[in-house]
């Protein structure tokens, strides 16, 4: 038990986790797990529901706690030992699973379980079950269910080496601007550039593709010769255009290889295409009307777009003198063209989001609208950066716990970017001692630090980043499901994921909820409400356009996973695309698709357009709130616990199109999104 990975302490010991502990860790926890799949699938084993779960699934869930606790440091903390650690036993993880998943003697036993023996939950995880055994292989023989196996084994490393690819290539470019170059970018963006540099012993302002860097500098930087070295590497990254010694970072070869393999699995399946497979466990029906509804969002969001095309154009013209815009000079119109109009620009607005006033302004609204306390706790953590807190709720005999959750905010060396939600714990009735587990949750977001003392600063777009990413979490941890299998998260279309997550978002364009959560860094004054105002009307700048990125990326995967045909190169599939969807052009040396980890290393395989369809299901379920709010611009406190108990606390205990409905009372529409959005056609 010296080994914290089996410890089987109540938190993951992070503090005493180091890269030797994983395999004997991993190795020892597979022995058990396989032992227990012997046990439940013995012909005098019983054929019930708790009898399994009290051997395998408990022995099971002690993998899924190691394995997950493994993946999630090397996401965040990747060191050379601990990848090495990790990609050595990343294989024989991946065999255990799909010998798992494809073992005929426990699909038997499953399927030999008498559903009258189940309550409502257990059905739902038994339909579930005997559903991913087929889509897992149980049923292929001989030659057929032997190549299915070594296409999991092979596809799971070859997402590995993208998602490490993609973080190499990043973390490898730096490019040393002088003060001269840096002119017209925030001062707390190159403060910890210099701070940067000066770790180094190197002279200048160290600038990178993470995004706190990245993104200012494309939107500030009034140098164009800066802008264009920054924009070409971050679109070129991990690619065979990124030129010299990055190329060895190229992901072309492992985009191939993970797409022929994803067909030829679909097809030993059953399957046409990969999307096919994929759509089976989602709410969309097929990619025909996937593909669909991508382009009728498209057409109406079009008009919407080229104006705003033509708007930029124009500005860049006339006030900035860029007769022909060049691809990296487009952030930096948008950003002056935004201050024009609006008056505002996105650093002065960021001076009021100090990143602990952010925190507990969303603490506060998810405490009023769900009834819920939240508060810091203790446990071991793997950053000094990490926080760690406990939901709480009221109970007839004092506050019980209802989870807790990690967060952890700062982008750093050997971190990935982006931000995500996992669930590290799972509430679950266990049935090995009718003991009521409750959920963990890790909230990963990738902000600028504070810099001089002061405490981080957060633009709005990284406030709602904030709130999306805490309701993944509110998903995860508010869960009353007792079934593991389909608690929180576990169990819900991937497409209808987005929902909790996207509806939180929309609490950032509340005044009665900014006007808590700000407080200028310097003189602790509240966000004006005249420049709330601002922000309100520059809501949907640009929504057109951003509206046809997100199409462009969701019906580029559709096709990719549908008509395309691996061996080829994908870019003039993207070029199609593109031209049929973009408003603006993209340079021909332009690779998006290969740091796309959401695609390639995620779990948006075919299914990228979930953003946009649980997108409707999120604004109209906001649209609600709209409907009850209160005369003082509170939100009705019915409403929050109707979405909680309907949504939330549902998980994945039946279709999220039942859920939608016991919480709207009726189907979706499109029209609460198109609204938002400014985007609604003319009555």
Same mark, same amino acid.
């Given at each position: 038990?010296?080994?914290?990975?089996?410890?089987?302490?109540?938190?993951?010991?992070?503090?005493?986790?180091?890269?030797?502990?994983?395999?004997?860790?991993?190795?020892?926890?597979?022995?058990?797990?396989?032992?227990?799949?012997?046990?439940?699938?013995?012909?005098?084993?019983?054929?019930?529901?708790?009898?399994?779960?009290?051997?395998?699934?408990?022995?099971?869930?002690?993998?899924?706690?190691?394995?997950?606790?493994?993946?999630?440091?090397?996401?965040?903390?990747?060191?050379?030992?601990?990848?090495?650690?990790?990609?050595?036993?990343?294989?024989?993880?991946?065999?255990?699973?799909?010998?798992?998943?494809?073992?005929?003697?426990?699909?038997?036993?499953?399927?030999?379980?008498?559903?009258?023996?189940?309550?409502?939950?257990?059905?739902?995880?038994? #339909?579930?079950?005997?559903?991913?055994?087929?889509?897992?292989?149980?049923?292929?023989?001989?030659?057929?269910?032997?190549?299915?196996?070594?296409?999991?084994?092979?596809?799971?490393?070859?997402?590995?080496?993208?998602?490490?690819?993609?973080?190499?290539?990043?973390?490898?470019?730096?490019?040393?601007?002088?003060?001269?170059?840096?002119?017209?970018?925030?001062?707390?963006?190159?403060?910890?550039?210099?701070?940067?540099?000066?770790?180094?012993?190197?002279?200048?302002?160290?600038?990178?593709?993470?995004?706190?860097?990245?993104?200012?500098?494309?939107?500030?930087?009034?140098?164009?010769?800066?802008?264009?070295?920054?924009?070409?590497?971050?679109?070129?990254?991990?690619?065979?255009?990124?030129?010299?010694?990055?190329?060895?970072?190229?992901?072309?070869?492992?985009?191939?290889?993970?797409?022929?393999?994803?067909?030829?699995?679909?097809?030993?399946?059953?399957?046409?295409?990969?999307?096919?497979?994929?759509?089976?466990?989602?709410?969309?029906?097929?990619?025909?009307?996937?593909?669909?509804?991508?382009?009728?969002?498209?057409?109406?969001?079009?008009?919407?777009?080229?104006?705003?095309?033509?708007?930029?154009?124009?500005?860049?013209?006339?006030?900035?003198?860029?007769?022909?815009?060049?691809?990296?000079?487009?952030?930096?119109?948008?950003?002056?063209?935004?201050?024009?109009?609006?008056?505002?620009?996105?650093?002065?607005?960021?001076?009021?989001?100090?990143?602990?006033?952010?925190?507990?302004?969303?603490?506060?609204?998810?405490?009023?609208?769900?009834?819920?306390?939240?508060?810091?706790?203790?446990?071991?953590?793997?950053?000094?950066?990490?926080?760690?807190?406990?939901?709480?709720?009221?109970?007839?005999?004092?506050?019980?716990?209802?989870?807790?959750?990690?967060?952890?905010?700062?982008?750093?060396?050997?971190?990935?970017?982006?931000?995500?939600? #996992?669930?590290?714990?799972?509430?679950?009735?266990?049935?090995?001692?009718?003991?009521?587990?409750?959920?963990?949750?890790?909230?990963?977001?990738?902000?600028?630090?504070?810099?001089?003392?002061?405490?981080?600063?957060?633009?709005?777009?990284?406030?709602?980043?904030?709130?999306?990413?805490?309701?993944?979490?509110?998903?995860?941890?508010?869960?009353?499901?007792?079934?593991?299998?389909?608690?929180?998260?576990?169990?819900?279309?991937?497409?209808?994921?987005?929902?909790?997550?996207?509806?939180?978002?929309?609490?950032?364009?509340?005044?009665?909820?900014?006007?808590?959560?700000?407080?200028?860094?310097?003189?602790?004054?509240?966000?004006?409400?005249?420049?709330? #105002?601002?922000?309100?009307?520059?809501?949907?700048?640009?929504?057109?356009?951003?509206?046809?990125?997100?199409?462009?990326?969701?019906?580029?995967?559709?096709?990719?996973?549908?008509?395309?045909?691996?061996?080829?190169?994908?870019?003039?599939?993207?070029?199609?695309?593109?031209?049929?969807?973009?408003?603006?052009?993209?340079?021909?040396?332009?690779?998006?698709?290969?740091?796309?980890?959401?695609?390639?290393?995620?779990?948006?395989?075919?299914?990228?357009?979930?953003?946009?369809?649980?997108?409707?299901?999120?604004?109209?379920?906001?649209?609600?709130?709209?409907?009850?709010?209160?005369?003082?611009?509170?939100?009705?406190?019915?409403?929050?616990?109707?979405?909680?108990?309907?949504?939330?606390?549902?998980?994945?205990?039946?279709?999220?199109?039942?859920?939608?409905?016991?919480?709207?009372?009726?189907?979706?529409?499109? #029209?609460?999104?198109?609204?938002?959005?400014?985007?609604?056609?003319?009555?």
């Amino acid at each position: 038990m010296s080994n914290p990975f089996l410890a089987g302490a109540d938190l993951p010991p992070f503090d005493r986790m180091q890269p030797e502990h994983v395999l004997p860790a991993i190795h020892q926890l597979m022995e058990q797990a396989s032992l227990a799949l012997e046990t439940v699938t013995a012909a005098e084993f019983p054929a019930r529901w708790e009898a399994i779960a009290g051997v395998l699934d408990v022995a099971v869930d002690r993998l899924v706690s190691a394995w997950g606790t493994v993946s999630h440091l090397n996401r965040v903390a990747d060191t050379p030992a601990l990848r090495a650690a990790y990609n050595e036993a990343l294989p024989k993880v991946t065999g255990f699973w799909t010998r798992l998943g494809a073992d005929q003697r426990l699909y038997a036993k499953y399927k030999a379980i008498d559903p009258s023996t189940l309550n409502t939950e257990q059905c739902r995880a038994w #339909d579930n079950a005997v559903r991913n055994f087929v889509l897992s292989g149980a049923e292929l023989q001989g030659e057929a269910k032997l190549r299915f196996a070594q296409i999991q084994q092979r596809s799971s490393e070859l997402s590995q080496k993208f998602s490490e690819n993609a973080l190499d290539a990043t973390e490898a470019f730096a490019y040393y601007a002088t003060a001269e170059e840096l002119e017209g970018v925030p001062a707390d963006v190159q403060q910890a550039a210099r701070a940067a540099a000066e770790a180094e012993g190197q002279a200048g302002y160290k600038l990178t593709l993470k995004m706190p860097c990245c993104l200012p500098v494309l939107q500030f930087a009034r140098n164009s010769g800066l802008r264009e070295t920054l924009y070409k590497a971050y679109v070129t990254c991990a690619s065979d255009q990124a030129g010299g010694d990055a190329t060895r970072f190229d992901n072309s070869t492992n985009i191939r290889s993970i797409l022929a393999l994803r067909l030829e699995e679909a097809q030993l399946l059953g399957y046409a295409h990969f999307a096919d497979l994929t759509l089976v466990t989602e709410m969309a029906p097929s990619p025909a009307e996937v593909i669909t509804f991508l382009r009728d969002l498209a057409r109406r969001a079009r008009p919407h777009a080229e104006k705003d095309v033509a708007d930029l154009r124009a500005f860049a013209v006339q006030e900035l003198g860029l007769a022909d815009p060049q691809p990296w000079d487009w952030r930096y119109v948008t950003e002056k063209l935004k201050q024009a109009r609006y008056a505002f620009s996105e650093q002065e607005v960021k001076q009021y989001f100090p990143a602990p006033k952010v925190l507990a302004g969303l603490f506060k609204i998810v405490e009023s609208l769900f009834e819920v306390s939240i508060r810091r706790d203790v446990a071991p953590i793997w950053n000094p950066s990490v926080a760690f807190y406990r939901i709480e709720r009221a109970g007839a005999n004092g506050p019980e716990l209802v989870g807790q959750f990690y967060l952890d905010q700062p982008a750093r060396q050997g971190k990935r970017d982006g931000a995500w939600m #996992d669930g590290t714990r799972t509430r679950w009735l266990r049935p090995d001692n009718h003991q009521l587990q409750t959920p963990v949750a890790h909230l990963v977001c990738n902000f600028a630090d504070g810099v001089d003392g002061k405490p981080a600063l957060l633009t709005h777009h990284d406030v709602i980043t904030l709130f999306h990413e805490a309701g993944h979490g509110l998903h995860h941890l508010l869960t009353q499901v007792n079934e593991h299998r389909i608690s929180g998260i576990r169990g819900v279309e991937w497409d209808a994921v987005e929902l909790p997550s996207q509806f939180m978002e929309n609490f950032c364009w509340e005044w009665s909820v900014l006007e808590h959560m700000t407080a200028h860094v310097d003189t602790g004054e509240p966000l004006p409400r005249a420049l709330f #105002d601002k922000m309100t009307a520059a809501k949907n700048f640009q929504s057109g356009m951003s509206t046809l990125d997100q199409i462009e990326y969701g019906l580029f995967d559709m096709l990719l996973h549908t008509t395309h045909q691996p061996e080829n190169d994908i870019m003039p599939l993207l070029a199609q695309v593109r031209a049929e969807v973009a408003v603006l052009p993209a340079p021909p040396y332009s690779r998006p698709a290969h740091t796309l980890s959401h695609i390639f290393a995620g779990g948006h395989a075919a299914g990228y357009y979930g953003y946009k369809w649980a997108e409707v299901l999120s604004a109209d379920a906001y649209a609600a709130f709209e409907e009850t709010q209160l005369p003082d611009g509170s939100n009705c406190r019915e409403t929050g616990r109707r979405f909680r108990t309907e949504i939330l606390e549902a998980g994945g205990s039946r279709p999220a199109m039942e859920s939608f409905k016991a919480f709207r009372g009726r189907a979706p529409s499109l #029209d609460a999104l198109l609204r938002h959005q400014g985007m609604a056609e003319p009555a």
